[in-house]
């Protein structure tokens, strides 16, 4: 059983790390932190990989997070411009902070 509490300690913790390497390694953070905010979205019961998701409760978060994955997929081929990275970064950090916020657990 995992104690409650843990997941957002975890999450908190790599949250902090990323945000400190985003200013000196943009498009890796971006990279990390689209794969943290995954992560924290399935784990509160998102269904990312299901088009009824976004007609979902939060359609707006996943609009969110998916349109900062399509930027992480121009990092990783090497096509981003500082201002994409700049503008995933930004989503993820208000998708970080509605999970923490305002999502309890499922």
Same mark, same amino acid.
């Given at each position: 059983?995992?104690?409650?509490?843990?997941?957002?300690?975890?999450?908190?913790?790599?949250?902090?790390?990323?945000? /400190?390497?985003?200013?000196?390694?943009?498009?890796? %953070? !971006?990279? *990390?932190? #689209?794969? $943290? @905010?995954?992560?924290?979205?399935? =784990?509160?019961?998102?269904?990312?990989?299901?088009?009824?998701?976004?007609?979902?409760? /939060?359609?707006?978060?996943?609009?969110?997070?998916? %349109? !900062?994955? *399509?930027? #992480?997929? $121009? @990092?990783?081929?090497?096509?981003? =411009?500082?201002?994409?990275?700049?503008?995933?970064?930004?989503?993820?950090?208000?998708?970080?902070?509605?999970?923490?916020?305002?999502?309890?657990?499922?």
């Amino acid at each position: 059983m995992v104690e409650p509490g843990l997941d957002l300690h975890d999450w908190t913790t790599r949250w902090e790390q990323l945000e /400190e390497a985003a200013h000196d390694s943009p498009d890796e %953070a !971006a990279t *990390e932190m #689209g794969r $943290l @905010i995954e992560e924290m979205l399935r =784990d509160r019961g998102f269904q990312l990989d299901e088009p009824v998701t976004l007609e979902g409760d /939060e359609p707006g978060i996943v609009k969110q997070y998916l %349109a !900062a994955r *399509e930027i #992480g997929l $121009l @990092i990783d081929g090497g096509e981003a =411009d500082p201002g994409d990275v700049a503008a995933a970064i930004e989503g993820y950090r208000e998708i970080y902070q509605y999970v923490i916020e305002d999502r309890a657990p499922p």
